[in-house]
């Protein structure tokens, strides 16, 4: 099994930053893919950011130029680096991490329990 747990997370106004960290522990295979997701009241979840071991990132458009996902692999650490945030980030992010499980043979896909994140004036 693999363990996420998620820190970071909390109240700033608009234009602030904060930077959320995702560190996993337990039975971790190469390669994987670790990533952000958030989900806002009465909203669908979402996409932020994805970034693989071998350094292959993703952002969803809306936080493209703001935002910037970064893993230590020696730690299987994932960040998420928020800037110039804005009321329409507010959500919890959750944390993700997927491999293909002991020589590619299965698929495993973990989630954190979530972090909230606020953006108000």
């Known amino acids: 099994q693999v363990q996420l747990v998620e820190s970071g997370g909390g109240l700033v106004q608009p234009g602030g930053s904060l930077r959320l960290t995702c560190a996993a522990s337990?039975?971790?295979?190469?390669?994987?893919?670790m990533g952000w997701y958030r989900q806002a009241p009465g909203k669908q979840r979402e996409m932020v950011a994805t970034a693989t071991s071998g350094g292959t990132t993703k952002y969803a458009d809306s936080v493209k130029g703001r935002f910037t996902i970064s893993r230590d692999n020696a730690k299987n650490t994932v960040y998420l680096q928020m800037n110039s945030l804005k009321p329409e980030d507010t959500a919890v992010y959750y944390c993700n991490y997927i491999d293909s499980g002991a020589y590619g043979f299965g698929y495993r896909n973990y989630w954190g329990q979530g972090t909230q994140v606020t953006v108000s004036s």
């Open positions: 337990g039975v971790i295979f190469s390669p994987n893919t």
